[in-house]
């Protein structure tokens, strides 16, 4: 069976430092992987998806940026962090077609 | 662009009681896939069911159903015999069909069940 993982599960940084979010999937190959922000009680945003190594598409063209090293590896980056990004980080991935989906636990972003 | 859009914010319902909640959503594709996720105060995302377009079937896990009216656009979840494990906020998504397979959610309905 697939299984997510992703760290770290709580961070807390200054406004101006880097970030680094890394989401891997185990147990499946090729799958579509997704970064999400979630502000506390609100939705899902989408931010980054990718369908495979060297596509990723960019839905909030902010001070983030996603990255996909390996095929079942997804990393979300930021060279200077604003109070803006805190929230609730979500890694997600689904089979191509759509015939599984699983989110990993989240990370909890807060910038100081 | 695909939108998902759930107009109740919030609703509250007795136990052992019947919920629907509403999803509506736009798009040009033909093929595509439909899910309802529950996010307990935990937010841990849990699927609670899922339904492919091509299918006129509804879908249904346990108490767990859906009301798939693909002309309107339209995905209602039905609780029935409603239980206090499930309060949490409900989302609906959308996924494009294979080769691009773009997920959009609602912004979701807090639900709270009532002892």
């Known amino acids: 069976s697939q299984t997510i993982h992703q760290w770290p599960a709580t961070l807390v940084q200054p406004v101006g430092s880097p970030l680094s979010l890394e989401c891997t999937v185990e147990?499946?190959?090729?799958?579509?992987l997704y970064w999400y922000r979630q502000a506390a009680g609100r939705g899902l945003q989408l931010l980054f998806y990718?369908?495979?190594?060297?596509?990723i598409s960019s839905e909030v063209p902010q001070n983030l940026s996603a990255s996909r090293p390996q095929d079942r590896q997804f990393i979300l980056s930021s060279k200077k962090l604003l109070l803006s990004d805190s929230g609730f980080y979500l890694c997600?991935?689904?089979?191509?077609?759509?015939?599984?989906?699983?989110f990993g636990p989240g990370t909890r972003l807060t910038v100081l | 662009a695909q939108t998902v859009t759930q107009s109740q914010p919030e609703m509250s319902v007795q136990e052992a009681e019947t919920v629907t909640l509403s999803c509506t959503y736009d798009?040009?594709?033909?093929?595509?896939?439909l899910f309802w996720y529950k996010q307990p105060p935990s937010r841990q995302m849990i699927l609670v069911i899922r339904?492919?377009?091509?299918?006129?079937q509804n879908a249904t896990e346990n108490r767990f159903s859906v009301n798939f009216q693909k002309a309107a656009k339209s995905f209602s979840l039905k609780i029935s015999d409603s239980q206090l494990g499930d309060t949490a906020m409900y989302f609906c998504?959308?996924?494009?069909?294979?080769?691009?397979?773009?997920?959009?959610f609602g912004t979701g309905t807090r639900l709270t069940i009532i002892p």
């Open positions: 997600a991935w689904t089979l191509p077609g759509g015939a599984a989906l699983g």
């Open positions: 147990g499946t190959s090729n799958p579509n």
């Open positions: 990718s369908i495979g190594i060297d596509q």
């Open positions: 798009t040009s594709e033909s093929n595509y896939y």
């Open positions: 339904q492919e377009a091509y299918k006129q």
């Open positions: 998504a959308f996924m494009r069909g294979f080769g691009n397979e773009k997920l959009t």
